[in-house]
C-alpha cells in the first residue's frame, strides 16, 4: 500500500474519481445521492456540489430542501419543508464568546436556528445563532439574517430588514417604501 493509500484510504485513481464527483456532478440524482451519503435521509432533500453540511439531526433537514452549491451549514440547525439555499451561503448555530479571564474569544455559545418551511434564502446570505424565520421567507442576495422574521418577510441587507412581503393567497411581492 503505498504513502498515499495510508493517507487517505483511498488508492489515487478513487480520489481523482471521488473529487470530480463531488465537485462536478450537479444534477437532481446526484445532489440526491450527496445528501443520502451525507446522512440526510428525509425524502427529497437535495445537496450541490461543494457544501459542507453538518447537521446536529439527520431529520433536521425538512422534505424538499435543497442546499446549493459550497453552503455551509453547521450545528443545531433545522430546515422545515422545501427550504431552499442558494449558493454560497453559511448557516452555523455556533458563536464564540469573550472571555474575559484569558483576554481573547473562546469557548462555543449554540443556540438554535430554525428556518421555516418555503423559505428562500437567495446567494450569499447568513444566518446567525438564534434566528427563527418564519414561513415563506425571501432572504435577499448577501442578507446576513441576525433576528427573528415574520411569515412571508422579504428580507434584505446587512444586518437585514424588513423590505416587503410576500402576498400569500397570491404570491405577489409587496415591496414597502421607504419614507
Known amino acids: 500500500m503505498s504513502d498515499w493509500e495510508t493517507r487517505t484510504g483511498l488508492s489515487r485513481e478513487e480520489f481523482e474519481k471521488f473529487t470530480r464527483y ?9 445532489n440526491r445521492n450527496r445528501a443520502v451519503l451525507l446522512g440526510l435521509t428525509t425524502p427529497e432533500v437535495r445537496v450541490a456540489p461543494g457544501a459542507i453540511v453538518r447537521l446536529r439531526d439527520s431529520a433536521a433537514a425538512g422534505r424538499g430542501c435543497f442546499i ?5 451549514i453547521n450545528g443545531d440547525v433545522t430546515l422545515g419543508d422545501n427550504v431552499f439555499i442558494g449558493p454560497h451561503c453559511s448557516i452555523t448555530s455556533n458563536n464564540h464568546a469573550f472571555d474575559n479571564n484569558s483576554g481573547f474569544f473562546s469557548g462555543n455559545r449554540e443556540a438554535p ?15 446567525t445563532a438564534g434566528v427563527t424565520m418564519g414561513k415563506a421567507n425571501l432572504i435577499c442576495a448577501n ?6 422574521t415574520p411569515d412571508y418577510a422579504i428580507m434584505a441587507g446587512t444586518p437585514a430588514r424588513q423590505v416587503g412581503r410576500i402576498d400569500p393567497g397570491t404570491g405577489a411581492y409587496h415591496w414597502f417604501r421607504d419614507g
Open 22 to 30: 463531488c465537485n462536478q456532478s450537479d444534477n437532481a440524482v446526484d
Open 68 to 72: 446549493g452549491l459550497y453552503c455551509y
Open 113 to 127: 436556528i430554525v428556518i421555516g418551511e418555503s423559505c428562500w434564502l437567495a446567494s450569499g446570505c447568513m444566518v
Open 143 to 148: 442578507a446576513v439574517v441576525t433576528r427573528a
